[in-house]
C-alpha cells in the first residue's frame, strides 16, 4: 500500500508521538526516549493533534500553522494570530510539508560525489576553511532577514575582510522602492491593502495569485465583492488573462509593453479634477503628462476608447478605489516609470495612507540587489572566492545560460552547500551537508513593517543533520568569541526577542513562551499617513520615457501561481494541480489565442519554436479565448535539470531574462518581439479541461440561447445552468432570477430544456427525508440531531485550489501522474470547475471566466446509492453519502451513475514514495486498488467535534469546528454546518436568495452543497 515506511515502523513511532510532539518548544536537543505509552507522557493523548505556530523563508510575509500528529507534521495551515493570513494559506504553501518529507532529501554529508560521515565532513570543513587567509570567503543565500541574517554576515566578516554575504532572488522590486523615493522620498514597497476599496483597477497586477500578499488579499477582495450596497467594478488591465482577470468585471486584453503608456493617460484624466492633490501637485502632473494624448494611448494600448473612458468616470466618482501596478516581469525598462505614474493615481485617487501604506511596508534594510549576483560571478571567474558556502538560492536555474554561472561556481577554491534536496546549484558544491528543513529549524523572519516571526522546528529530524547556523556560530565563536551569547541558534533568537520585544519587568521566560506560542510579534497597522509629493520628483521625469508597446508578435514571460521561482516544482501535488486557466497538469506551454492559431494554421498539441532576445525555445502550444492576440506567454518554474528525472519536466522560461542588469541592479524581462515557427512535433497535453467542449458554458445544458453566436467555434452560444449568476442591478432591484437559468419553471426556455423537466412530479416523492424512517419498522428518522450541509458563494471563490491541496494532504489522496491524468483518472475529491462565456459590448467579444469548486454533493436523493449492489454507498441519517471501503467491490456504478462526476476510482494500489509516507493522516485511511473513494465532508473531523461535545454534555454547536476546505479557503466562500439547527450560519445561508442546488431543478439529487449564485456588475449600474 505504501513504500518506505513498514507497519513495525510506524507502530513504533506512534508509540514514540506524545514525546515527539514535545519537541518544538523544547529548548534542549531532543532526545527520543522509546517507551509504550502503558506509560504516558503527563498531559498527552495519542492521536490528540497539536499546532504549532512557525514560517519558512519561503513564505514570504506569511505565517504557518503546522498540524502534528504522532510527532510528525501533516498538514498546515495560515497562522491565526497573523494579520496577514488569518488563519488561512494558499495551495503553494501548504505544500511546504511535501519538501519536509522530500523523498530526494539528503540523509549524509556528500564529497566529490561520495557520501561520508558527519565527522569526516568536519574534517574537510575545518581544513579548507582554515586555510582561507585574509579573505575571499563569500556566502550565497537566499533573501535572509534578522538573526539569520545576522550570522551569515557575522560569519563572513570573522574569517576575512573581502568576503562579502551575497543574497539572490529571482525576482527583485528595486523599482518599486526607487519610484517611492522619487514620489514620496521613501525608498520601500508600501504594504497594498484592498480592505474598505469600492474600485479597483489593475494594470495587470495578479493580486489574489502572485502578487503582493495573495493570501491577504484573495480576502480583502472578497470582502470587497461582497459589499453590494457599495461596491463598484473591478477592471483588470492586461495582454493575458490571469486568475485575477478572470475574477475580474471588465478584462481588457491589451497589447504587451502598453501599462505604462495607458497609466499616464488615467493619470492624466484623473489629476484635472482630484481633490486630493494640492495645486503644485496638479501642476507636476500636468507637467509630467503633457506629451501623453490619452486617445492615441489608449489606441496603442488595443482598448475600447468607450471603456477606457467608463473606467475613468467611475475611478472620479470612487471613494475609496485603488490603482495597483503591473509585476516588474511585464515591465521590462519601464518599471521605475511605471510605478511613479501608479504612485501619483493613488495620490489622486486618496488611496496614499489608506491602501497604500507606508508606516507598514517593506523597508530597505532586505532588499535583494541582483546585480551582486553578478558581481560575485565576476570575482568567481577572476579567482578571487577562496571559499564559497551556498544555501536556499539557485542561481544557476534563475540566471541565462549565457551568463556561465554554473562554471563560474565550479572555480571557487572550495564549495560547500547546506542543502536539504539538491538543485542546479547546490549540486556543483565540493562538499554538500544535509541540512535541516525550515520546519526542523530555528529562525527570525523580517518582512512588513509590524510583521515580526519566528520559525520554530515542529517536528524532529528523523536522521543525524544539523541547522546551518548553528554549524555558522560555532565557527564564529573560534574566530571572534564572545561575538554572540550562545553557539546555539535557539538560544541567540531567545536573547534577542526578549530583549527587543518582551514588556518591560515581564518575565523573560514567560514572554518567550508567548512568543513561541504567538508564532512572533506582530503589531502591524493597515492604515498609514497620506504623503506629500516629494521634491524629488521633477516634471521632465517621463522625458526619456520611451513606449515599448509592441504591435506585432510578442512574448510575455509570467509568474507561475504553482511554482513561483521553481523552488516548488520538485513537489506533486503542485505538478497534478491543474493549472487554474487552462487545466494542464505536469506540463509547460506557451499560451496562444485561438485566433491567433487558427490564422497560424495551428493545433493544440503543435511544438512550435519561440525566438526572442537570442534564445530559441521549443514549446508546444496551448490555444485559449482568455490572452490577446499575437501574443504568446509563458510560465515560470518548470525546466528544471537538477530535480532528478520525475520533475525535470518542461521549458525553463528564465532563460528569457536580460544578461544585464538595468540602472537599479535588477535582471528584466519584459515584453519581447518574438518570431516563431512549426517544427512539425506533436506533444500530448494532459488536462482536466476539455478544450472547447467542457471548458466552456457554451455546451448547450439546456437550449437557452446566449445573446451572441461564437462564429470561431462553428456554433451558437448556451448559457449552461449548472453555473448561475445575477447582476447588481438585478439584486439591488430584487431580481435574484441570475443567468445560467433554471430558476423561473414560467420562462419558455425552461420548458425548452433539452433535460426532462417534469412538470408532473407525482412520480418523484419530493417529502423531505426528515419524515423518512432510517430503518423500516423502527421510529429513528433521518436528522433528528444533524444534518450536514456546506454553502458555497461563488460570489466569494476565486479558484484558487487551496481546498483542492488541503484536501490531497488531509485525506491521504494519491498523485498518479501524468499519464493517468490524461486517462481522466485524477484522484482529487474537489475540482475547480472553470466556464467560459462570451457576450458582445461595444461591438467587441467579451469573455467572462467562471470558477466553480466541485465535490460529492452529498445528495439527499443520489443516484449513486441506488445502483451499488454492495451497499458500499448510502445514506447516513446525518446527511451524508457514506463510503465503506471494505464493502466496496469496484464495480464502478456509482461513479457512472454520478451526475457530478466527483468519485475516484483506484485503479492502482496508492504509492507514497519513500518519505511522503511520512505526511500521511493517520486520522485518515488509505485506499487500495479497485475501491471507489470520494469527498466525506472529512468525517473524521465531524466524529472528533461530536466526541468532544460529547465529553462536555450537550451536541455539536455552531462554530465548533471547520472541516478542511473551510478552514483554509481566503476568501471565506466556504460555510459548513449542522442546517438542522436553524440558527445555524450554514442553515440562514442555504435560505439566501442567490441559493441554488446544482442540476437539482432538473435531476432532483437534493445536493446538500448549496450555491450562491455570482454577483456580475454592469456598466449600466450606479457609480461606485
Avoid at 129 to 149: E, N, R
Avoid at 452 to 462: D, F, H, K
Avoid at 486 to 502: E, G
Wanted: hydrophobic share 35%; glycine share 8%; with cysteine.
Amino acid at each position: 500500500m505504501t513504500k518506505g515506511i513498514k507497519r513495525r515502523d510506524f507502530l513504533a513511532l506512534m508509540g514514540l508521538s506524545g514525546a515527539a510532539a514535545t519537541l518544538s518548544c523544547s529548548e534542549e536537543k531532543f532526545t527520543e526516549k522509546w517507551d509504550p505509552w502503558v506509560k504516558p507522557v503527563p498531559g498527552m493523548l495519542p492521536r490528540k493533534a497539536w499546532h504549532y505556530p512557525t514560517t519558512t523563508r519561503e513564505c514570504g510575509a506569511n505565517g504557518l500553522w503546522v498540524k502534528t500528529l504522532g510527532g510528525r507534521a501533516t498538514r498546515i495551515n495560515g497562522n491565526p494570530k497573523h494579520p496577514l493570513t488569518q488563519g488561512k494559506m494558499d495551495g503553494r504553501m501548504q505544500s511546504i510539508v511535501q519538501g519536509l518529507y522530500s523523498p530526494n532529501r539528503l540523509k549524509a554529508p556528500v564529497f566529490n560525489g561520495k557520501e561520508i560521515s558527519w565527522e569526516e565532513a568536519r574534517k574537510v570543513l575545518d581544513e579548507h576553511l582554515g586555510k582561507v587567509k585574509g579573505g575571499g570567503v563569500f556566502a550565497l543565500t537566499g533573501a535572509i532577514s534578522g538573526i539569520t541574517k545576522d550570522i551569515w554576515s557575522a560569519f563572513v566578516a570573522t574569517h576575512g575582510s573581502t568576503g562579502k554575504l551575497v543574497q539572490f532572488e529571482a525576482f527583485a522590486n528595486s523599482s518599486m522602492r526607487e519610484a517611492s523615493e522619487r514620489v514620496f522620498g521613501k525608498r520601500e514597497v508600501p504594504l497594498y491593502s484592498l480592505e474598505g476599496i469600492d474600485m479597483v483597477v489593475s494594470f495587470g497586477a495578479d493580486f489574489l495569485e502572485t502578487w503582493g500578499n495573495p493570501v491577504f488579499q484573495q480576502k480583502s477582495y472578497a470582502d470587497f465583492k461582497a459589499d453590494f450596497e457599495h461596491r463598484g467594478p473591478h477592471y483588470q488591465l492586461e495582454p493575458k488573462m490571469t486568475v485575477t482577470g478572470a475574477n475580474a468585471d471588465k478584462w481588457a486584453g491589451i497589447r504587451p509593453g502598453s501599462e505604462t503608456l495607458l497609466a499616464l493617460a488615467v493619470l492624466k484624466e484623473l489629476a484635472v479634477d482630484s481633490h486630493n492633490l494640492s495645486e503644485t501637485e496638479k501642476e507636476l502632473v500636468t507637467a509630467l503628462t503633457s506629451n501623453v494624448v490619452s486617445a492615441d494611448a489608449v489606441k496603442q494600448s488595443g482598448m475600447n476608447k468607450k471603456a477606457f473612458q467608463t473606467m475613468v468616470d467611475k475611478l472620479k466618482h470612487a471613494k475609496h478605489a485603488v490603482a495597483l501596478p503591473a509585476g516588474d516581469l511585464a515591465l521590462g525598462n519601464d518599471g521605475v516609470f511605471h510605478h511613479v505614474a501608479l504612485l501619483l493615481i493613488n495620490k489622486a485617487l486618496g488611496s496614499i495612507g489608506k491602501h497604500v501604506n507606508y508606516n507598514s511596508g517593506l523597508s530597505g534594510d532586505n532588499q535583494v540587489v541582483q546585480s551582486e549576483m553578478l558581481s560575485l560571478i565576476d570575482s568567481l571567474n577572476a579567482g578571487k572566492v577562496d571559499f564559497l558556502i551556498i544555501k536556499d538560492t539557485n542561481p544557476v536555474y534563475v540566471l541565462p545560460e549565457g551568463l556561465g554561472t554554473k562554471n563560474a561556481i565550479e572555480k571557487a577554491g572550495f564549495s560547500v552547500a547546506f542543502a536539504d534536496v539538491l538543485n542546479e546549484t547546490n549540486s556543483l558544491a565540493n562538499l554538500i551537508l544535509p541540512g535541516a528543513h525550515d520546519l526542523e529549524s530555528w529562525g527570525e523572519v523580517v518582512s512588513y513593517k509590524g510583521i515580526n516571526m519566528l520559525m520554530q522546528p515542529v517536528m524532529t529530524p528523523r536522521w543525524e543533520l544539523y541547522q546551518a547556523e548553528d554549524i555558522l556560530l560555532s565557527y564564529i565563536e573560534k574566530a571572534a568569541p564572545g561575538t554572540f551569547v550562545d553557539n546555539s541558534v535557539m538560544k541567540v533568537l531567545k536573547d534577542k526577542w526578549v530583549k527587543t520585544y518582551a514588556a518591560e519587568g515581564a518575565d523573560p521566560e514567560k514572554a518567550w513562551r508567548g512568543f513561541l506560542k504567538d508564532g512572533g510579534h506582530f503589531d502591524l497597522k493597515l492604515e498609514g499617513e497620506d504623503l506629500a509629493v516629494s521634491e524629488n520628483l521633477t516634471g521632465d521625469f517621463f522625458s526619456t520615457y520611451k513606449p515599448q508597446t509592441l504591435s506585432g508578435k510578442a512574448l510575455v514571460v509570467i509568474e507561475s501561481g504553482k511554482f513561483g521561482d521553481g523552488t516548488s516544482a520538485n513537489r506533486n501535488w503542485l505538478q497534478e494541480l491543474p493549472d487554474r486557466m487552462t487545466g494542464i497538469v505536469w506540463d509547460s506551454w506557451v499560451e496562444v489565442a485561438r485566433k491567433t492559431g487558427k490564422k497560424e494554421g495551428w493545433q493544440i498539441g503543435d511544438v512550435i519554436t519561440i525566438s526572442a532576445k537570442g534564445v530559441d525555445m521549443d514549446v508546444p502550444v496551448m490555444l485559449t479565448d482568455t490572452i490577446a492576440e499575437d501574443v504568446f506567454c509563458l510560465q515560470t518554474g518548470q525546466g528544471h535539470t537538477g530535480y532528478g528525472k520525475l520533475y525535470n519536466r518542461g521549458i525553463n522560461a528564465f532563460a528569457f531574462y536580460s544578461k544585464k542588469t538595468n540602472d537599479l541592479g535588477d535582471l528584466v524581462m519584459g515584453p519581447m518581439a518574438a518570431k516563431v515557427s512549426l517544427t512539425g512535433r506533436k506533444h500530448r497535453f494532459s488536462m482536466v479541461n476539455l478544450p472547447e467542449i467542457g471548458e466552456r458554458l457554451t455546451q448547450p445544458l439546456s437550449k437557452s440561447k446566449a445573446d451572441v453566436e461564437i462564429p470561431l467555434y462553428g456554433g451558437e452560444a448556451y448559457d449552461r445552468d449548472i453555473y448561475q449568476w445575477t447582476t447588481l442591478d438585478e439584486l439591488h432591484h430584487g431580481g435574484h432570477h441570475g443567468h445560467g437559468h433554471g430558476v423561473d419553471k414560467t420562462d419558455p426556455k425552461y420548458l425548452a430544456s433539452e433535460f426532462p423537466v417534469a412538470t408532473d412530479t407525482d412520480w418523484y416523492d419530493r417529502k423531505p427525508r426528515t419524515e423518512t424512517p432510517v430503518v423500516v419498522g423502527r421510529d429513528e428518522t433521518f436528522y433528528d440531531d444533524y444534518k450536514w450541509e456546506m454553502t458555497i458563494d461563488l460570489n466569494r471563490c476565486d479558484g484558487c485550489s487551496a481546498c483542492t491541496v488541503a484536501c490531497y494532504a488531509e485525506n491521504n489522496i494519491q498523485v498518479v501522474g501524468k499519464d493517468q491524468v490524461g486517462k481522466g483518472r485524477i484522484m482529487s475529491w474537489v475540482r475547480i470547475n472553470r466556464y467560459i462565456t462570451f457576450h458582445k459590448k461595444d461591438d467587441q467579444l467579451e469573455t467572462k471566466v467562471h470558477f466553480m469548486p466541485m465535490a460529492c454533493q452529498q445528495c439527499g436523493s443520489a443516484p449513486c446509492e441506488t445502483v451499488c449492489p454492495s451497499l458500499a454507498t448510502y445514506h447516513t441519517k446525518e446527511g451524508l453519502n457514506a463510503m465503506v471501503y471494505n464493502r466496496c467491490i469496484g464495480t464502478r456504478y456509482c461513479a457512472n451513475n454520478c451526475v457530478y462526476k466527483t468519485r475516484r476510482f483506484n485503479w492502482f494500489d496508492a504509492v507514497f514514495d519513500e518519505d511522503l509516507a511520512w505526511q500521511l493522516n493517520p486520522e485518515v485511511s488509505v485506499r487500495s486498488r479497485g475501491v471507489m473513494e470520494k469527498c466525506t465532508f472529512c468525517i473524521q473531523t465531524i466524529n472528533k467535534a461530536k466526541d468532544e461535545a460529547k465529553d462536555k454534555g450537550r451536541k455539536v454547536q455552531d462554530g465548533d469546528f471547520k472541516i478542511t476546505c473551510q478552514e483554509v479557503c481566503p476568501c471565506d466562500a466556504i460555510t459548513f454546518g449542522n442546517a438542522s439547527d436553524p440558527n445555524s450560519l450554514v442553515s440562514k445561508t442555504a435560505k439566501n436568495p442567490r441559493s441554488y442546488q446544482a442540476l437539482d431543478h432538473h435531476l432532483h439529487t437534493r445536493p446538500g452543497i448549496h450555491y450562491l449564485k455570482k454577483v456580475e456588475i454592469d456598466d449600466s449600474g450606479k457609480h461606485a
